[in-house]
């Protein structure tokens, strides 16, 4: 029911200006963390799915397949000639490892480290109790609800970066946010690096697609951060794509084995659509997940040891009887909380599969029924970084204006949520009750007073207004309001300060190399 | 990304009509419990968002209330009297307890117990690690994309009590699912009772609102399962709602004691607000729910001691500023964790506030991530039975056809969630990975084959193909598409049977008490 007999009351000023603003602040702040506040790390327990004699059921399933069928590393025989010094098994381009041999490799990654901003505010700390947000990665498409659906632009990219800069709840700019098709394939990393290094200032990802594009990546990075710097902070990340099932291409083999002698952040992320790259269940596909992450953060580390790794995973399942894929069903949420699971087991950070992902064509009760069951999900279980945050829709085909907006609104929903609740004294009220009684509202208590500005996180565009008022201004759903609100985004964007002669220097970078290479659309 | 490349395979017919089908579809069912498979209870564990010392803490807190402000019963004496036998201080109509009293009167309640259905294999469990599932509750109000808002009618009711019979995802059919606005206030019970009683023959709730109409709900399901089955088992269920704050008006706890001497289910149901009918965060409101409760809980016991009961709440947050009602909210989902956690400790089944609930006004992006949030914190904290997990629409003013479905898909998702998944061998499918290699897909193996049919759960409504297809048939959103269900669900209903004598004497029950009465609108 709306409590529309309270609605007067409280649309009454009410006496914030007076004196003790700065005492109710205080106390405000003290019961419950607004939005405002920067998030502070997760203070609620991360939930456990699984006992830990199942992960260690799955443990042994990876470490059966790493035995058994190995990984292929292909065209890429300095990887292999790594794991042949540990004394894996080499036979042509297969690698077999005997049971806990991979896991022992994986031992120098560090559990926590720092990714870090151009503006220090925004560096970020992955692992521990921190929780990194990131939009969504890798769309050929946009739609709004303006314009409609079409191939992303680079246009569509900066818009992105600057929606992501400006979002309170994201702490990270991304990566290939949207594909820029209007640019050639073989200079789109130089563009997409410009944008992320000079329109914000949060961290971001490198590029992978060749070597010379992740060596301009990182050249771009030294241009900002300094050679220096960069030789022990990671300032950027990679996104290393096995090929499942249980082949490592040379061109993501390379990236990994590029960004690991530099020093930066290499996240291994398996793509396992369950019953496609794996078997047909949750178990196999955390196991097969899990062998196939471990590989690549042991060659990280065997190519630096303590190299910063993040064990990723992109996984989810299938409509088998169309071949349609699925997200936020309850199999591949599930698969997400096992591998959270067994990441944090690893003791590295996690990025879990999941996200706000959907494979909804429209941002409609569908998308937003997906997205927030695999946020669930991911954030419960107690991942470390969630990519594809905000704005996936049509299984990561399209980034959406609206729903970029619309996941905005959950992520700072549960951000609040991961930060629990105050049951201090001051939380409790009880001075309240002695100045209400039985059958007494308590909206014009002190207590009341003192918190109502701050104590519930305020969503951006969710409407709980009478249903008249709403019909009068138009009948908007959700993803109509949302469209308003990305507009105001953009045009509120202030672009953060960069020193003149770094921004000359990237500029000067990406011409230079653009100058040397023709356009290439493969 | 769509894995285009995958339909063509997908669509061949796979071979499920040949040999060994049966033997496929027990294995399958040993892996992964399938949306037909009956719901057989929770097999993961429950989320413990808090330590037990802050348990102890919101309960000393609990006893503080009980002990410094109490709460009245307005206008009922026996309650009262009920009271003063066992020691506690009345002043008036104040009661108030020592710490630990009321806890102590609450020890006769069951922790688990049965709420037969008029089929027994309708028959649900209350408590233990059974979750019960039920439509939404109250609203004046029906929508559809149809015919729009408009007051809900006996026609509506009846058509939710239909649906919700046949929904699997639902085990009980709810009580004043909409308000037949077209029955006189004073005759609606009789026929809410008979359409329960008659169109479903799952577990229901009974009416509350007058001593006369309880008893007439009572008479009722006697004609049905017999009035000795009736003293020693519950058939129906009594929604008490405190007057928060701290008030038991004499309709409600009159009620709640003809129920309990009658041995039938009462639940009691807090409904705080915080800020307005009790303190402003989620530890005083979760302190006040379970005083509140606790005190009608043991009211039920001292009227008949071992009278099943359920541990209930209603909360929510409100926008401050505007007065309006909100759900869904982060502060509003971790009270109702907080309260699920509270009410296993107290040892009664718990009705967790939460549900899918939202203050939409469509079944919009916005109405889903609401819900779909609500819905986690309300199962993953382990609540027993949740009211108002399809259907609610506008603060509970609205019940809307098409979000009932929509939600209807993620009722099942869950119901499949809270199962889990098998690691046993099955469940690796190691055969699998000798069949395939390296970059090889699984489609084709036999353990996919053995497991495609039943390994992941199937929702209704969702739409996961192209967006090309998804376009030429109308570009339909989640709600539209929603519009055909329950059309199709109304059409397939098939009434179940009852026995010629039963349904007559039913009706003219409810004959003979229309006919005594002039019909009262208030």
Redesign the interface.
């Known amino acids: 029911?709306?409590?529309e007999s309270?609605?007067?009351?409280?649309?009454t000023p009410t006496p914030a200006g007076h004196r003790g603003r700065a005492r109710r602040r205080r106390l405000a702040r003290s019961?419950?963390p607004s939005e405002s506040t920067p998030f502070t790390g997760r203070r609620?327990?991360a939930?456990?799915?699984l006992s830990e004699t199942?992960l260690a059921?799955?443990e042994d399933?990876a470490d059966?397949?790493l035995r058994?069928?190995?990984?292929?590393f292909r065209g890429d025989r300095t990887a292999l000639d790594h794991f042949a010094q540990t004394g894996a098994r080499i036979d042509g381009e297969?690698v077999r490892f005997e049971p806990g041999h991979v896991r022992a490799l994986c031992a120098t990654a560090p559990s926590e480290f720092q990714l870090h901003g151009r503006d220090p505010v925004r560096t970020v700390t992955l692992g521990g109790d921190n929780v990194v947000l990131m939009p969504g990665y890798?769309s050929p498409f946009v739609s709004d609800l303006v314009k409609g659906?079409r191939y992303s632009t680079l246009k569509d990219f900066r818009n992105f970066v600057k929606l992501a800069y400006s979002a309170a709840a994201l702490h990270h700019s991304g990566g290939t946010v949207v594909e820029p098709t209007d640019v050639s394939v073989n200079k789109r990393h130089l563009d997409m690096m410009l944008a992320h290094l000079t329109l914000s200032t949060k961290p971001f990802m490198g590029s992978v697609t060749a070597p010379e594009r992740v060596r301009d990546s990182i050249e771009m990075a030294r241009l900002v951060f300094g050679r220096d710097f960069m030789e022990h902070h990671a300032v950027m990340q990679a996104n290393i794509n096995v090929?499942s099932?249980?082949?490592y291409d040379d061109t993501m083999s390379t990236a990994l084995r590029i960004y690991a002698e530099a020093g930066q952040c290499v996240c291994v992320s398996p793509a396992i659509?369950?019953?496609?790259?794996?078997?047909?269940?949750?178990?196999?596909v955390a196991?097969q997940t899990l062998a196939e992450a471990m590989v690549g953060i042991a060659l990280a580390q065997l190519v630096r040891p303590g190299c910063p790794v993040v064990f990723g995973s992109f996984h989810s399942?299938?409509?088998?009887?169309?071949?349609?894929?699925?997200?936020g069903?309850?199999?591949a949420?599930?698969t997400t909380m096992a591998l959270t699971q067994l990441g944090r087991r690893l003791g590295v950070p996690v990025r879990s599969g999941g996200g706000q992902i959907t494979?909804?064509?429209?941002?409609?009760?569908?998308?937003?029924?997906?997205?927030?069951?695999a946020m669930?999900s991911t954030l419960?279980s107690g991942a470390h970084q969630v990519w594809h945050a905000a704005g996936w829709l049509?299984?990561?085909?399209?980034m959406s204006y609206e729903?970029f907006i619309?996941d905005l609104?959950?992520c700072g929903?549960?951000l609040?949520?991961l930060q629990?609740?105050?049951?201090n004294e001051e939380?409790?009220?009880?001075d309240?009750?002695f100045e209400?009684?039985?059958?007494?509202?308590?909206?014009s208590?002190k207590?009341?007073l003192r918190?109502?500005?701050a104590?519930?996180?305020?969503p951006q565009?969710?409407?709980?207004?009478?249903?008249e008022t709403?019909?009068e201004n138009g009948?908007l759903?959700?993803?109509q309001r949302a469209t308003a609100r990305w507009h105001q985004m953009l045009n509120d964007y202030q672009r953060p300060e960069i020193k003149p002669g770094i921004q000359a220097a990237l500029e000067d970078f990406v011409s230079e190399r653009k100058a040397r290479m023709p356009d290439e659309w493969y």
Chains 1, 2 share one sequence.
Do not use: C
């Open positions: 029911m709306k409590l309270l609605n007067a009351k409280a649309e019961i419950a609620i327990p939930y456990n799915l199942v059921r799955i399933q059966w397949i058994n069928i190995g990984v292929e297969r890798g659906r090929n099932p249980l082949i659509f369950a019953g496609a790259m794996g078997p047909l269940s949750p178990a196999a196991a399942t299938m409509n088998l009887r169309t071949g349609a894929l699925t997200f069903s309850p199999e949420n599930m494979a909804s064509n429209a941002p409609d009760g569908q998308a937003m029924q997906d997205s927030t069951g669930w419960l049509e299984g990561g085909l399209v729903k619309m609104d959950h929903a549960m609040k949520l629990g609740f105050e049951t939380a409790f009220g009880r309240a009750y209400t009684g039985p059958g007494e509202n308590f909206l208590t207590h009341t918190h109502y500005a104590a519930n996180y305020e565009i969710s409407d709980a207004g009478p249903f709403w019909s009948a759903t959700s993803d």
